[in-house]
């Protein structure tokens, strides 16, 4: 079956430590995105990928980097820089461009939390 | 003022119910609106897409209002099932690469026998 996976499900991240979260689709899916939900508020834009090898910030991106070496794949690196890191990590792909790539398919989520 | 504001409920009601949320948003420019469906700390999933000319799918029905600019979901003869957050979601539009969509924080929904 097609999908996103997301993994870990539950992370805990020690001070001044970077954790990489892990995000892999086989939708064949050009644009991946990474969104940030924290209770009470909407979902919101840290990172996203139109295409290999190319990342665009979102509202958020201080903190958090990512890489797009593979269509597959996008993880994002939660930084020591990131100071309030505790949050439901929602990983999202859509076709690219035109009618229906608003249509967002999200991974299972990865809740991060601080030691 | 945020972008997409919803009641955050929650809205809790008997089976077989009937029950409405509303959405309303700040830009009068989005382009196209959207409800989803989010069960507690798993995946936001497409309900559907929300048409000017209102659009139903079986039990629950989506309406547009541009000129107030807000959205509705209608749920008619609730199930348990429903219990869940209702996001809606609404796109700016193409730009810089990417469709520029603003989340609402969400509705609860508890339907209870």
């Known amino acids: 079956d097609g999908g996103i996976t997301q993994s870990p499900k539950y992370l805990f991240r020690k001070e001044g430590q970077n954790v990489t979260l892990s995000c892999e689709q086989n939708l064949n899916h050009d644009a991946m995105y990474w969104y940030r939900q924290d209770p009470g508020q909407g979902l919101r834009l840290i990172y996203y990928?139109?295409?290999?090898?190319?990342?665009q910030k979102g509202d958020i991106a201080e903190g958090y980097s990512v890489s797009r070496e593979k269509k597959e794949s996008f993880p994002l690196t939660v930084t020591s820089a990131q100071k309030n890191p505790t949050a439901f990590y929602l990983c999202?792909?859509?076709?690219?461009?035109?009618?229906?790539?608003?249509?967002?398919?999200f991974g299972s989520g990865t809740q991060l939390s601080v030691l | 003022r945020k972008e997409v504001e919803q009641d955050p409920g929650p809205f809790n009601v008997p089976e077989g119910a009937t029950v409405a949320f509303n959405c309303t948003y700040s830009n009068s420019a989005s382009q196209s609106f959207f409800w989803y469906r989010q069960d507690c700390r798993k995946e936001p999933k497409l309900l559907m897409s929300?048409?000017?000319s209102g659009n139903e799918d079986g039990r629950f029905t989506a309406q547009l209002n541009r000129a107030s600019q807000y959205i509705s979901l209608l749920i008619r003869d609730s199930k348990l099932s429903d219990s869940a957050t209702y996001l809606c979601?609404?796109?700016?539009?193409?730009?810089?690469?990417?469709?520029?969509?603003?989340f609402g924080a969400g509705t609860r929904l508890a339907v209870h026998p």
């Open positions: 929300v048409y000017s």
């Open positions: 990928s139109q295409i290999v090898n190319d990342f």
């Open positions: 999202a792909s859509s076709i690219e461009g035109g009618t229906g790539a608003e249509k967002l398919f």
């Open positions: 979601v609404v796109n700016l539009g193409f730009s810089g690469g990417y469709n520029k969509l603003i």
